[in-house]
């Protein structure tokens, strides 16, 4: 990049906070291929979600070509649900282990599982991949009352969970958020005192909702389900280059960072 502005510091890969997770709806090789000439330094955790995985004919040389680029990659959680529910999450784990998969994430927000459940597929995940566990609802219209994030966060990390990633799915619309895409500031700063923000990806869709998180928290604050077409723009929010966060103050943030 230039160097004549006055920026947040930005650390290269592989980053602890900062993150950037994006979310893979089925890209070609070599669509991927395209995003990464000019987007690898600014993504940290592909997630190839929506069960395309399963039917994507050119998943390992795409796997390998993310790793290539220091992108970790992981499991999308639906996936993962489906194969428990149907007793087949062992054969769901060492499947995504022989493909080249080195995250899973871990869900319960499709099919019908308890918080113990959810516990025992951690603990199992865990034993090959880094996990990402998910928590809050998928519907829309459900949500989770504010008080009942801490403790299966706290949860999901003490059974071998690496990061909790609120759940915002792909609309922007459900989990941390109302049914208008706004934020809801109860349940972040709840989940956020339960387990620090640094252990936290929040999914963020929609530009307003990044640039939310990037004035609250700072440019370090871990980001998820990012479009792809996004990764740049995101870039810049955290940077300060959008008016949406060009008044960001960073010597604040980097003490919450």
Not at 14 to 19: C, D, I, S, V
Not at 35 to 46: G, K, M, V
Not at 87 to 116: I, N, Q, Y
Request: charged share 25%.
């Amino acid at each position: 990049m230039p160097a004549f502005l006055d920026l947040p510091d930005r650390p290269s890969k592989p980053r602890r906070t900062g993150l950037t997770h994006v979310i893979d709806p089925g890209a070609g090789r070599l669509a991927t291929a395209d995003l990464l000439d000019s987007a690898a330094a600014h993504i940290d955790i592909w997630k190839v979600g929506w069960g395309t995985a399963y039917v994507d004919s050119t998943l390992p040389s795409k796997l390998e070509l993310l790793a290539n680029n220091d992108i970790v990659t992981c499991l999308g959680g639906t996936l993962l649900e489906i194969a428990w529910a149907q007793g087949r999450a062992v054969e769901c784990l060492a499947w995504a282990r022989d493909v080249g998969f080195s995250h899973v994430e871990v869900s319960r927000g499709t099919v019908a599982m308890d918080r113990r459940e959810k516990r025992e597929l951690i603990e199992r995940a865990a034993a090959d991949f880094v996990v990402l566990a998910e928590t809050g609802a998928k519907a829309p219209g459900e949500q989770f009352a504010a008080r009942q994030w801490p403790a299966e966060c706290k949860a999901d990390l003490e059974a071998g969970a690496s990061l909790v990633v609120t759940e915002g799915r792909q609309s922007g619309t459900v989990g941390t958020f109302d049914a208008s895409g706004r934020v809801r500031p109860d349940v972040v700063e709840a989940v956020v005192a339960a387990v620090g923000v640094d252990k936290v990806v929040f999914e963020a869709p929609q530009s307003s909702q990044q640039a939310w998180f990037i004035r609250r928290f700072g440019p370090a604050v871990n980001l998820g389900n990012v479009a792809l077409a996004d990764v740049l723009s995101v870039e810049t929010l955290r940077l300060g280059l959008r008016s949406d966060t060009a008044a960001v103050d960073r010597r604040e943030s980097e003490g919450l960072g």
